[in-house]
T-cell receptor, first 114, second 108 residues
Framework: ETGVTQTPRHLVMGMTNKKSLKCEQH?????MYWYKQSAKKPLELMFV???????ENNSVPSRFSPECPNSSHLFLHLHTLQPEDSALYLC?????????????FGAGSRLTVL | KNEVEQSPQNLTAQEGEFITINCSYS?????LHWLQQHPGGGIVSLFM???GKKKHGRLIATINIQEKHSSLHITASHPRDSAVYIC??????????FGAGTRLTVKP
């Protein structure tokens, strides 16, 4: 248990479904991240939130919608996804988003889009 | 070409062997991270370094800023070290770039 909890761990959804991934940390960190890990590809940064404000969005399609209601919780809302969106989605947190920071990762949510 | 290159992609070793995984990068960085990913997906941060060398138990990480190169060494390897090891560099604008990972299998 790293201190970053992701739910659900596994999710299967159709292309017309709406679902959400949840991430929670109680480490007192101020920055939270969503990463995507597709098969045989490096990790890709999707979103960065610092003190609940989005500070980076790496040209992610609008069918992925992040939400950070407070510094302990981060959501990734999913809508009309494509099969190529099937991947492991990893949440991470760090003390800050600026400067060199150690990342603490969650266990990931493995998403399959049918 | 990925800005972060790891070698080898796959590595099989016998228990007890000394292991080296290499990482080369082509961008300016503020820090380099070594991560470990076990089957099932969870990632653990092993090291964050910006110069010199760090040691934690049987793991040693080194970085040469001038050569833009880092190595992760595992001494007295054990089957429980089997995992994917990922090198990641934190750019000067705090953007992270990841290597494709090195899959290590340590056989008993």
């Amino acid at each position: 248990e790293t201190g970053v909890t992701q739910t659900p761990r596994h999710l299967v959804m159709g292309m017309t479904n709406k679902k959400s991934l949840k991430c929670e940390q109680h480490l007192g960190h101020n920055a939270m991240y969503w990463y995507k890990q597709s098969a045989k590809k490096p990790l890709e940064l999707m979103f960065v939130y610092s003190l609940e404000e989005r500070v980076e969005n790496n040209s992610v399609p609008s069918r992925f919608s992040p939400e950070c209601p407070n510094s302990s919780h981060l959501f990734l809302h999913l809508h009309t996804l494509q099969p190529e969106d099937s991947a492991l989605y990893l949440c991470a947190s760090s003390q800050n988003s600026l400067g060199a920071n150690v990342l603490t990762f969650g266990a990931g949510s493995r998403l399959t889009v049918l | 070409k990925n800005e972060v290159e790891q070698s080898p992609q796959n590595l099989t070793a016998q228990e007890g062997e000394f292991i080296t995984i290499n990482c080369s990068y082509s961008v300016g960085i503020s820090a380099l991270h070594w991560l470990q990913q076990h089957p099932g997906g969870g990632i653990v941060s092993l090291f964050m370094l910006s110069s010199g060398k760090k040691k934690h138990g049987r793991l040693i990480a080194t970085i040469n800023i001038q050569e833009k190169h880092s190595s992760l060494h595992i001494t007295a390897s054990h089957p429980r070290d089997s995992a994917v090891y990922i090198c990641a560099v934190e750019g000067v604008y705090n953007d992270m770039r990841f290597g494709a990972g090195t899959r290590l299998t340590v056989k008993p």
